[in-house]
């Protein structure tokens, strides 16, 4: 399951419970993990990608996040690239792979880059693509898919993000609690009384008018509107 913890520079203790597909035999490990943020910070172009014939703990080992940043990096046509998050696509809605050779579950890999989008990757986000897309057609991509063939890349779920810092807003700016030499304490006035019984007659005596009204007019109705067969 994804989580996003927005404490740093302190650690941070997680319990994971993991089962195993065959045997479903279930093993907990605990892990201490310090949040350190990035020194450039982070990346403002980000995409996401949906790997469809990988599972997640497929893309964990280093090997293959480099294999998979070295593919995105020819789509990109930038050095500067880092993966910043990955997640199966169960925890985004996807169905279950059935149980047949070959049938793997998804991973979603966010990629982030300090430099602008590629061509070909705009192109493939852009209106027209997301078209083609609900057509059953694919994407609009000018350029060689460097992912195949160990990736294969479901373009039409593919997401381009722009994630620029939020300004900080200075927080409140605490004083010593002693009044300065000249300042004098000047309590709030008192409030004069009000008179609560018009506005409480009112809201007694109006609904009981208009019940007893209603009554009148229905007994009116029920005895002296009667005709006999």
């Not at 035999?25 to 450039?40: D, E, F, H, N, Y």
């Not at 994630?163 to 010593?176: D, F, L, Q």
């Amino acid at each position: 399951r994804e989580q996003r913890w927005h404490v740093q520079g302190s650690p941070l203790l997680f319990q994971v419970l993991a089962y195993n597909r065959h045997t479903y035999a279930t093993v907990s490990q605990r892990l201490v993990i310090t949040v350190i943020p990035p020194p450039g910070g982070d990346p403002p172009y980000q995409g996401e990608f949906l790997v469809g014939n990988r599972n997640v703990e497929e893309l964990l080992p280093e090997a293959v996040r480099e294999m998979f940043l070295q593919a995105s990096a020819g789509v990109w046509e930038r050095d500067d690239l880092q993966v910043i998050n990955i997640t199966s696509a169960l925890d985004r809605g996807g169905r279950v792979p059935l149980p047949i050779e070959g049938r793997k579950e998804g991973v979603y890999v966010k990629v982030g880059s300090h430099s602008p989008f590629s061509p070909c990757l705009v192109s493939a986000a852009s209106p027209q693509s997301r078209f083609r897309c609900s057509l059953g057609q694919q994407p609009l991509a000018s350029c060689y898919d460097t992912f195949a063939p160990h990736f294969s890349i479901r373009w039409c779920n593919l997401t381009l993000l722009q994630v620029w810092p939020s300004p900080t807003t200075p927080g409140p700016v605490w004083g010593s609690g002693v009044l300065e030499e000249d300042g004098g304490f000047e309590p709030p006035t008192e409030v004069p009384p009000q008179d609560l019984l018009p506005g409480f007659l009112v809201t007694l005596l109006v609904p009981l008018a208009v019940a007893l009204l209603l009554c009148v007019l229905l007994g009116h109705l029920m005895c002296c509107r009667r005709e006999g067969v």
